[in-house]
């Protein structure tokens, strides 16, 4: 006779092994479920094998909150009163000022362009290991504007689990955004578990230098590649290089990732996270000037793609606060 308190250790262990156990029950978690169990399964007539699963994931608004503006471009703004006093012109040039002077919304009325010359301004001009020593003093002590936490302590729990998920069945993880690439790449191993060959972004030009006598990669204010929109397929190829089995976004910058996904031959996945939850995070789509979801919102069912409501999908948004 097996003992009894066997058979509860073995209870407790299946429980503790359930997957996602900040995901409901309902449609969403399971159709990762079964997508994953499927691709996995050597006897079904849909198995991947291990070399070919691959993940890809958007990071603003998939991977942490990107309301009520961009991790990134806190960090520009910050490094613009960092850098201002080497700069007296900025205080009356724009869109500077308007950076220097607190206006939000001077600086969203100059538009990509105005975004694209603050980026220049504060992104270039210096060797890549001196950029990395900056974004990560940055990313250890920069807070978010609403809930205090530090940036780091905004990334979904939800996801944090898929990603442990598939990576424990056999998947590889990428980051694909339209972030900076070595913005993105001193942190995504301690936060998300990816290391930094395995984050795709936008990016600069730079140039190979000898300076007093050592070797140096400079960083121009050149841009060099955008990751977004038509060109998260193109970076996928160009960095990984095959198509990915499973995608993950959250708004219409992600639409032709999941486009090219699903596309496929053989079993595709296709996700977006719909932020509709006002209490806990953030609630918005089609109006937003961040994280705009339309195409995404109409031809998700048509496309096969799983559309999560944050809100009745998810019982916990970002992990619990460690004791400081």
């Known amino acids: 006779m097996i003992p009894c308190c066997f058979l509860a250790f073995c209870a407790i262990t299946v429980q503790a092994a359930e997957p996602l156990p900040s995901w409901n029950d309902g449609p969403a978690k399971q159709a990762i479920i079964d997508f994953v169990e499927t691709v996995t399964d050597e006897n079904s007539d849909d198995f991947v094998p291990a070399d070919q699963r691959v993940a890809t994931f958007d990071n603003d608004g998939t991977l ?13 703004m910050d490094r613009v009163k960092a850098l201002a006093p080497q700069h007296p012109e900025w205080q009356t040039t724009q869109p500077y000022s308007a950076v220097l002077q607190g206006d939000m919304a001077a600086v969203a009325a100059g538009g990509h362009r105005a975004l694209l010359e603050l980026v220049m301004a504060t992104h270039a001009g210096m060797t890549t290991d001196e950029f990395e020593a900056i974004v990560t003093q940055w990313i250890t002590t920069a807070r978010h504007p ?23 069945n056999g998947f590889k993880t990428f980051i694909v955004s339209g972030g900076g690439v070595d913005f993105m790449r001193p942190w ?6 990816i290391p930094p060959e395995q984050v795709v972004g936008s990016s600069v030009k730079c ?57 496929g031959d053989g079993p595709r996945f296709g996700m ?25 919102l109409d031809d998700a069912r048509a496309k096969g793609w799983v559309l999560v409501d944050m809100k009745q999908d998810w019982s916990k948004i970002f992990p619990d606060l460690k004791k400081r």
């Open 188 to 193: 995504t191993q301690r936060v998300y578990g």
């Open 207 to 263: 140039r190979f230098e000898v300076r007093d006598g050592s070797p140096v990669v400079i960083r121009l204010p050149e841009l060099n590649f955008i990751d977004d929109k038509e060109g998260k397929p193109v970076g996928i190829q160009q960095h990984i290089g095959q198509r990915p089995t499973m995608a993950f976004g959250n708004s219409d910058g992600d639409y032709e990732m999941l486009q090219w996904t699903t596309a």
């Open 272 to 296: 977006l996270i719909h932020h509709t939850d006002a209490d806990r995070e953030s609630a918005y789509d089609r109006e937003s000037s961040i994280g705009k979801l339309e195409r995404g």
């Open 64 to 76: 942490w909150s990107e309301q009520p503006m961009y991790g990134q471009a806190a960090f520009v």
């Open 146 to 168: 609403k809930t205090g936490r530090l940036y780091t302590e905004m990334v979904y729990q939800p996801m944090l689990e898929l990603l442990d998920y598939l990576r424990s």
